[in-house]
């Protein structure tokens, strides 16, 4: 009955499945465990709680030599989500731009567009990487060469941004009333301003939840629904606009003092290059995502829009990428886990992530090879797992609902 009744038969096969698998995981656990004891070894964190020994160039939280390694691995976590969000952001917008590019009836324009997706995608990464990194190092200028009266370089995007060989300096913001700031322990501090605006728009986005909820019952009842745009983008902006009035929130420019820019970010050179490369690189399949969505709908839908006097940008907006979402969304998850995965290619230029934190020095340092990878692979996991449910959410939203 467990094999030939087709009642019970899928059952049974997936017991035997797990049980062949739990053996061939019991049996490598075995083996390893008797492998290391044969060695000396045994198998424990206790590492993480040594003196890390080392520096790391840019960190979100402080950090120095003498903390343990726990807390470089979590400065390496940091740096690769910091990295990864940044360019999934840059990646979906240069993306999405060149994909709706790739259909223009510009020829010119279009084949421009072609040529920058056939090139960064047939080109591995590593290489990319090297060769922005390259051109950062021999070309840009050293931070002296700003200068003077009239210096050799000058500072871009209205005078904010320093390009040099060692790091790019960015505008810091200033805050004219300062509120303080909120001690969480282990040397962490965050800003009580931060808080505010965190709340001013969690709270905004759940009003305009509420708001649009109520206009959807009012059409519902009545079949007229009422104009909300104005009090959604209220809901939304004039809390922050009250915040920033009130905190007095301004750029504070680089500028150059002795040898080097102060008032602003130092960003270090392996951190731009390693996200422009990862966005250039990703933002060209990304193209290739959205072109094919959007090559999916029905011409006959813009027609319509068409007829209905849409112009042809509103129609993009309104009905074609709506539409085209649907077969977006499923490709676009696999991009930024191959984004977030890809970034531990940062050991090319020196920049401390997670594989350059756990997975290089403090592996070198404590001779915990496979504690440090296990660890290693299993964040990778918990990241990934995250992002395709995140992504898997926002997908259920959009895609194509039958009644």
Known sequence: MLVYDRRYRSMTFQVIVFILVMAVAWWLVNNTIQNLAAQGKDFNFGFLFQRAGYDIPQTSIPYNSDDWHLRATIVGLLNTIIVSVLGCVAATILGVSIGVARLSKNWLFAR????????????????????????????????????????????????????????????????????????????????????????????????????????????????????????????????????????????????????????????????????????????????????????????????????????????????????????????????????????????AVGYMDLRGTLGGTTLNQTGRELESIVLMMLIYLILSLMISGGMNVFNSRVKLKER
């Open 112 to 347: 421009l567009m072609t040529i920058y997706v056939e090139t960064f995608r047939n080109i591995p990464l590593l290489l990319w990487i090297l060769i922005i990194y390259a051109l950062f190092t021999e070309i840009m200028p050293p931070p002296n060469a700003y200068r003077g009266e009239d210096p050799a370089w000058s500072k871009i995007l209205f005078d904010q941004v320093a390009l040099t060989n060692r790091y790019t300096a960015i505008p810091a913001l200033g805050m004219t009333n300062d509120p303080g700031t909120l001690d969480l322990g282990a040397r962490i501090t965050v800003n009580w301003a931060v808080i505010a605006f965190l709340v001013a728009i969690i709270g905004g986005w759940f009003i305009r939840g509420a708001i649009l909820d109520r206009a959807q019952a009012i059409q519902d009842r009545t079949g007229i629904r009422p104009t909300t745009w104005w009090i959604n983008l209220a809901v939304m902006t004039v809390p922050s606009l009250l915040l920033i009035w009130y905190f007095g929130l301004h750029l504070l420019a680089p500028e150059l003092k002795g040898f080097n820019f102060a008032g602003g970010i130092n960003l270090g050179n392996a951190f731009v290059v390693l996200w422009l490369a990862l966005t250039l690189y990703t933002g060209a399949f990304i193209a290739e995502i959205v072109r094919a969505g959007i090559l999916s709908v029905s011409h006959g839908q813009s027609e319509a829009a068409f007829a209905l006097g849409l112009r042809p940008n509103r129609t993009m907006n309104l009905v074609i990428l709506p539409q085209a979402l649907r077969v977006i969304i499923p490709p676009l998850i696999s991009q930024y886990l191959n984004l977030m995965k890809n970034s531990s290619l940062a050991i």
